[in-house]
Every structure is written in structure tokens, then in C-alpha cells.
């Protein structure tokens, strides 16, 4: 939170924080730490990491109003979430519940778009058009929710990149990841058309690819956008 002064006064409010794989960074920050997430049971797997101390988790869907007073807050976090989510909502609750000239930080994943996880997710996308269906994109949702507070007298700080790693992946393990998700990009998938694409990326990919068990070594990159607001 250094580079948006946070202090220990003020409230960081973090949308989608799950199961606290970031929020459990930040509830031990010398800030005060709220989590909205729709779901009790990644909440609970939060809460029993033991890192929470006086911050608190709320059971909210950020689609509808969030639980928090106007003015509240000095940031509000999402990571690797708002595509899931509402733009214009996200706007106008983000406004109302931040102090005058609190901050707004989006987070997310940069890949090298040669990789299999870059490949096999334009192909799914692809696949995901065909049959009528077109979810929103990580860098889109991020977009549009900047372009929106911008409008509403925002100021853009810029993108940074805080963090990078490698790792190695095959495309066999990238589908597997998929098949127990209940959303591909943004939106639900029943389990019919899931499993069908998912066959299909596995045909495409031993075309593209040849062997699905090859595995690829990676680099991705953590990058998040900051909008100081009005």
C-alpha cells in the first residue's frame, strides 16, 4: 500500500478476496482490512489462516450494494475479479464508499501471449463464441472500470508491475485446471458445453501443440493499475 500512502487508519477494502491468497498479505499490513466475497466457505478458509488479527471478512455479492458507509474507505483492491463483475457498479459503488482522493487498485496476471495458457485461452474464447456465448476479458473488465472513473473525475497513475515468476506447465494440466471451474472467462457454463469444449481444446491442442504432456516453461508477471479518485 506504500505507493497510495495507506496508513494504519486506513480502510483497505478488497472485492473477491476468497480464500485471502492476497488478502492474507494485506490483513497484515498496518492498515484496516475489510474482504467482501459471495462466498462463506472460501471466507471461512480465510479466516482459518489466523492472519486476520481486528480486520473482517463480509459475506457480499459486489454486484449489489456493498455493506460499507460513503466515504469509508481510502482503497478498494480487486484482483484477477472484475471481469466477473459489473463495470458501472463497480464505478459508482468504488466513488461512493472512498474518500475524497482515495484510490482505486486493479491487479492482474500478465502472460507472454505465445504461451499454451495464452494459446488455449484465445482457442477457448473462440470456441466460447461459437456456441453465442462472449465473456468478458481480464484486461476488457479492467479497462472499462477505469475508463469509468475517469469520467467521473478520476485520474489514471499508470500500470506497474510488482511482481514476477516462473514456473512450467503442460496444456494437458492448463484443460485439467479448467474442468472443475464452474465459469470460463466471466460466465457460467453448464456442464455440457464445458466438457464439450474442453474435448475439443484437447483436439486442438494435439494439433497445435502435439504433445499435451510436453511441458512449456513460463514467465508471468503480477501488474496492477491505479486511479487516484475524485
Given at each position: 500500500?506504500?505507493?497510495?500512502?495507506?496508513?494504519?487508519?486506513?480502510?483497505?477494502?478488497?472485492?473477491?478476496?476468497?480464500?485471502?491468497?492476497?488478502?492474507?498479505?494485506?490483513?497484515?499490513?498496518?492498515?484496516?482490512?475489510?474482504?467482501?466475497?459471495?462466498?462463506?466457505?472460501?471466507?471461512?478458509?480465510?479466516?482459518?489462516?489466523?492472519?486476520?488479527?481486528?480486520?473482517?471478512?463480509?459475506?457480499?455479492?459486489?454486484?449489489?450494494?456493498?455493506?460499507?458507509?460513503?466515504?469509508?474507505?481510502?482503497?478498494?483492491?480487486?484482483?484477477?475479479?472484475?471481469?466477473?463483475?459489473?463495470?458501472?457498479?463497480?464505478?459508482?459503488?468504488?466513488?461512493?464508499?472512498?474518500?475524497?482522493?482515495?484510490?482505486?487498485?486493479?491487479?492482474?496476471?500478465?502472460?507472454?501471449?505465445?504461451?499454451?495458457?495464452?494459446?488455449?485461452?484465445?482457442?477457448?474464447?473462440?470456441?466460447?463464441?461459437?456456441?453465442?456465448?462472449?465473456?468478458?476479458?481480464g484486461e476488457e473488465g479492467t479497462r472499462q472500470v477505469i475508463e469509468r472513473c475517469l469520467v467521473a473525475g478520476g485520474q489514471s497513475m499508470g500500470r506497474r508491475v510488482v511482481a514476477e515468476w516462473t514456473d512450467a506447465t503442460?496444456?494437458?494440466?492448463?484443460?485439467?485446471?479448467?474442468?472443475?471451474?464452474?465459469?470460463?472467462?466471466s460466465v457460467l457454463i453448464d456442464p455440457v458445453t464445458r466438457a464439450d469444449i474442453l474435448d475439443e481444446l484437447r483436439h486442438w491442442g494435439r494439433t497445435e501443440f502435439g504433445d499435451l504432456d510436453r511441458p512449456e516453461a513460463?514467465?508471468?508477471?503480477?501488474?496492477?493499475?491505479?486511479?487516484?479518485?475524485?
Amino acid at each position: 500500500m506504500e505507493r497510495v500512502n495507506a496508513g494504519a487508519d486506513d480502510l483497505v477494502v478488497e472485492l473477491g478476496s476468497g480464500t485471502g491468497e492476497i488478502g492474507a498479505h494485506l490483513a497484515r499490513l498496518p492498515v484496516r482490512y475489510v474482504g467482501l466475497d459471495s462466498s462463506q466457505a472460501m471466507l471461512d478458509v480465510f479466516r482459518a489462516k489466523g492472519v486476520l488479527g481486528s480486520s473482517s471478512l463480509i459475506v457480499a455479492d459486489c454486484n449489489q450494494s456493498w455493506p460499507l458507509p460513503d466515504g469509508s474507505a481510502a482503497v478498494v483492491f480487486a484482483s484477477r475479479v472484475i471481469h466477473l463483475l459489473d463495470p458501472e457498479h463497480i464505478t459508482r459503488e468504488t466513488v461512493r464508499i472512498c474518500r475524497s482522493a482515495g484510490y482505486l487498485i486493479l491487479g492482474r496476471v500478465l502472460r507472454d501471449p505465445d504461451s499454451f495458457k495464452s494459446r488455449l485461452r484465445r482457442r477457448r474464447q473462440e470456441l466460447l463464441v461459437e456456441v453465442a456465448i462472449t465473456p468478458r476479458q481480464g484486461e476488457e473488465g479492467t479497462r472499462q472500470v477505469i475508463e469509468r472513473c475517469l469520467v467521473a473525475g478520476g485520474q489514471s497513475m499508470g500500470r506497474r508491475v510488482v511482481a514476477e515468476w516462473t514456473d512450467a506447465t503442460t496444456p494437458a494440466q492448463i484443460i485439467a485446471g479448467w474442468e472443475s471451474l464452474s465459469r470460463m472467462g466471466s460466465v457460467l457454463i453448464d456442464p455440457v458445453t464445458r466438457a464439450d469444449i474442453l474435448d475439443e481444446l484437447r483436439h486442438w491442442g494435439r494439433t497445435e501443440f502435439g504433445d499435451l504432456d510436453r511441458p512449456e516453461a513460463f514467465r508471468e508477471r503480477y501488474a496492477i493499475d491505479v486511479v487516484r479518485l475524485p
